[in-house]
């Protein structure tokens, strides 16, 4: 489903999209980082002969013919117990019930028969640290990797997969590869737990209303819009960051008044008041039981903030009455 | 967040309008700061596109760097940056005022009083948000390790003179605006959530259009004046697909890289070819004028990009300036004037630029010195202000209270001190245990007190412990006097060091040994060709 184009016919377009200068960037990068065969990257590897690595070819048609012709070269390279590089292999794995494929930048098979993850990213690390946000979403990218590689490890023999990464950025200010070896042990299990739990899509697909569609070309702007609706949503301002439909959900959000529209926090020392105009009405003491502690506290926090507000307004006052005084006089 | 600054986001969201935080500033704005507008290429490190810079409202300084990726353009970028900054760092250096510091003797070893300079006010930098502080740190970095041919006349691309040194001062700069309640180098975003509280969370809090439009929303009965204006700043495009508000940088907008920028930088390449294959005067003029043209478009439509920015942190500014000052900020700011002072004098001492990494002395020394600001600045920040105290009486921290009885009583020793009794109401909770220490602000200074016990529900005894003189009887004013109100903290007023570190030679080895001197930075790899 695309939901940008979703988010657009609902009127609340997100702000998603890439400059086609970093799109630029990124891809001399990992072309620089490929060239030759993969000579410059498997140096960084630390061997002394790149030249004597195998490349092999993994061209096929269609997403599983690539898929098994990855698995079928894995196997190979694994036997053959040389130093091989796959350069943008396709790696199948089941999320939720349906098959979705993964294209790593690159995996390199040792002559020990670990297979590692190589993540070429185009974030600059500067003095031997980078953006530890960046590294992060890196890291759980790639821990998508491991997971569907393991697959494929478990039914080849003496296969085993590295449970830490190469990640591969710009050195300083240069255009230069510099590498880093990231362990991916705490995303793995995340992301491994996160799969397992998944609702299956024909569950979520079972739970919604009769004859709901998403179908942006057949209907109307209200018909999808009712439709949206129809589905729960939790929103939390941390969507903004990753949803396209971030902001429809915040306003639907912001409608109810759910305190959640300012933070996750929030809602924790609010007790079991879930809207603005209920902590609001607590505050003031027009509604809420005084002996619940969320209550109570939320009172003594209005009058503490009220009382404060006086005091400082009463001292402005007697600033700019003494100021007027002072041209009196 | 605690409950109060929730409760007045809450009442944000009801009004429509930002609601305050604080009653006065607690950060200093210079009479005269130099506002620093940054835009970056997308995708690359310390590639600048342009940049508003100045201390004049009404006449920014336009640098844009027409083509990021050429080598030249970035250099003559950075140089124009040096003739903008430096001068107006120097004008501060010399104006100084000669205080007394007690320094350890070299020699002997002794404490000895010397007088020594303190600039009598710093230059000030403030940018639109934090990622332009992070900016600041970067470019500083990207330049403080460069070599001019002056230095080193074999360097393969010698950057401008006095870039390097700029890439101290802003490194200088970027590293204090780590520093909990400096105001060095402050981020318009950091003063205004400081300030305000909006009907939006903290992470929308960080768009400076939108944060700006729920503090300058008119407090109207029409409600919801802000939530929409904000809105329409985050998201409102013109008729092209354009945002109205642009973004507050350094990161620009990929909508405006995509249809904008790159067919400029495009006409503008293809205008340097042609020129470069002119082969008569004639052809050659008409091309460089052409390349003028096309110089002049990416010049506009960064400019364009930049100029809302601009005015949003003047306005910020405008809106800093209306709140008073709070009174302990004058003391932040002689701490901020002496980190300004050191490294100027480090500057004119020709020492080396800032290393790469902090050797393990200097590490453990700034985490001391931002873990006792950051307390000395929740103190002070709530000693300065009403409304930020309330949020310690909130949570138990502190307690305002009105003194009902003083019995006067001495300590048992062979020379009795005064240590009279102090009976207070108070309708706060503080958090008291036997014998807990409180404090109170006495002429600026703090007097301390032990909790006794509670006289039934809400009533107190406290005993006064320190600053009533020498004699037998206190000072006069020394002691509460029934009547008076007072607020009482739990906290510290003032922040005593840590404890002393080794000097960096006396590093241990468990900590990697004495950082080696013999190994000065060398400047960063460049390669032949210019692309990033």
Redesign the interface.
């Given at each position: 489903m695309d939901k940008a184009a979703l988010a657009s016919a609902l009127g609340a377009?997100g702000?998603f999209?890439?400059?086609?200068?970093?799109?630029?960037?990124?891809n001399?990068f990992e072309a620089r980082v490929k060239a030759d065969g993969g000579k410059e990257l498997l140096r960084l590897l630390g061997l002394d002969d790149p030249a004597g690595a195998l490349v092999p070819d993994l061209s096929a048609a269609g997403p599983e013919g690539r898929a098994a012709r990855t698995a079928l070269a894995l196997r190979e390279a694994t036997a053959a117990g040389a130093w091989t590089l796959l350069d943008h292999p396709l790696l199948a794995l089941d999320v939720a019930g349906s098959p979705a494929y993964l294209e790593p930048d690159a995996v390199v098979v040792h002559p020990d028969g670990r297979w590692t993850v190589v993540e070429i990213k185009?974030?600059?690390m500067?003095?031997a640290s980078a953006d530890a946000s960046k590294v992060g979403a890196a890291a759980r990218q790639a821990a998508v990797y491991v997971l569907a590689l393991e697959r494929v490890a478990a039914v080849t023999d003496g296969a085993r997969v590295a449970h830490s990464i190469l990640l591969v950025c710009?050195?300083?200010?240069?255009?230069?590869p510099t590498t880093s070896v990231v362990d991916v042990r705490k995303q793995l299990s995340v992301t491994g737990r996160q799969l397992a739990r998944l609702a299956r899509v024909e569950d979520i697909a079972a739970g919604l209303p009769e004859g709901v569609t998403f179908d942006l070309e057949g209907c109307s702007a209200d018909e999808l819009t009712a439709a949206v609706e129809s589905v729960p949503h939790a929103y939390a301002?941390?969507c903004?960051?990753a949803c396209e439909l971030a902001?429809h959900c915040r306003d639907r959000a912001?409608q109810a008044?759910a305190?959640e529209?300012?933070?996750r926090?929030?809602r924790g020392?609010?007790g079991g008041l879930t809207t603005?105009g209920e902590?609001?009405a607590a505050?003031r003491g027009e509604a809420g039981d005084p002996a619940d502690p969320a209550v109570a506290?939320?009172r003594?926090?209005?009058s503490?903030?009220a009382?404060?507000?006086a005091?400082?307004d009463l001292?402005?006052q007697g600033?700019a009455a003494g100021q007027e005084a002072g041209a009196c006089r | 967040m605690s409950l109060i600054a929730t409760l007045a986001r809450l009442e944000a969201v009801e009004r429509g309008r930002a609601q305050p935080l604080a009653t006065v500033r607690h950060r200093r704005v210079s009479e005269r700061p130099l506002v620093f507008v940054p835009m970056t290429t997308a995708g690359e490190a310390g590639a600048p596109l342009g940049a508003l810079v100045g201390t004049d409202p009404e006449e920014p300084r336009l640098l844009v760097v027409a083509q990021p990726r050429d080598r030249d353009l970035r250099s003559a970028f950075l140089a124009e940056l040096a003739d903008v900054v430096l001068p107006y760092l120097d004008g501060f250096g010399d104006e100084v005022e000669h205080v007394e510091r007690k320094e350890t003797d070299a020699e002997t070893g002794k404490r000895v009083t010397v007088e020594v300079e303190l600039c009598a006010d710093a230059p000030q930098l403030i940018v639109p948000s934090r990622a332009g502080v992070e900016f600041v740190r970067l470019l500083g970095r990207s330049m403080r390790f460069r070599r001019t041919a002056e230095q080193d006349p074999d360097t393969p691309y010698p950057a401008p003179p006095r870039v390097p040194l700029l890439g101290r001062w802003l490194t200088h700069y970027g590293e204090r605006a780590r520093v909990p309640g400096s105001s060095l180098l402050l981020a318009a975003t950091d003063l205004l959530n400081r300030h305000w509280a909006t009907g939006q969370s903290s992470l929308e809090d960080q768009h400076l259009g939108a944060l700006l439009a729920w503090i300058e929303a008119d407090d109207g009965p029409d409600g919801g004046s802000g939530a929409e204006a904000a809105l329409r700043a985050e998201l409102g495009r013109d008729r092209e697909g354009m945002l109205l508000c642009p973004p507050a940088g350094p990161a620009t907008d990929p909508v405006f890289d995509n249809r904008r920028l790159a067919p400029a930088m495009e006409r503008y390449d293809r205008a340097r070819q042609l020129l470069a294959t002119a082969e008569d005067g004639g052809s050659a003029d008409e091309r460089l004028g052409e390349l003028h043209r096309a110089e002049r478009e990416i010049r506009r439509l960064v400019a364009d990009q930049m100029r809302p920015t601009w005015s949003a942190v003047w306005r910020t500014v405008e809106l800093m300036r209306a709140l008073p000052e709070g009174s302990r900020v004058e003391d932040r700011w002689t701490r901020d004037r002496w980190s300004f002072t050191a490294h100027r004098d480090r500057v004119r001492a020709g020492e080396p630029p800032q290393p790469r990494r902090d050797d393990a002395v200097t590490a453990a020394q700034k985490l001391a010195a931002r873990e006792t600001a950051q307390a000395q600045l929740e103190a002070q920040e709530a000693l300065d202000d009403p409304l930020v105290l309330a949020g310690r009486r909130l949570a138990g921290e502190a307690f305002l209270s009105e003194v009902i009885d003083v019995e006067m009583a001495w300590s048992e020793s062979k020379r009795p001190s005064p240590r009279p009794l102090v009976t207070v109401r108070t309708d706060d909770r503080p958090h008291l245990g036997e014998r807990v220490k409180v404090f109170r602000s006495l002429e600026g200074r703090p007097q301390t007190a032990e909790f006794v016990r509670y006289e039934g529900e809400g009533t107190l005894v406290l005993r006064v412990m320190d600053r009533m003189g020498r004699a037998k009887d206190p000072a006069e004013g020394s002691v509460p006097a029934k009547g008076d109100r007072i607020a009482w903290t739990l906290f510290e007023h003032d922040q005593r060091g840590g404890p002393k570190l080794p000097d960096p030679e006396e590093t241990p080895w468990t900590h990697g040994g004495p950082p080696r001197t013999d190994t000065a930075e060398i400047p960063d790899l460049v390669t032949p060709e210019d692309l990033l």
């Open positions: 377009p702000t999209g890439q400059s086609q200068f970093a799109f630029m960037r990124g001399a185009s974030f600059p500067v003095d710009p050195k300083d200010f240069s255009n230069l301002p941390e903004l960051a902001f912001r008044g305190v529209t300012l933070g926090s929030v020392e609010l603005i902590v609001l505050a506290a939320l003594r926090a209005a503490l903030r009382e404060a507000l005091e400082a001292a402005q600033a | -």
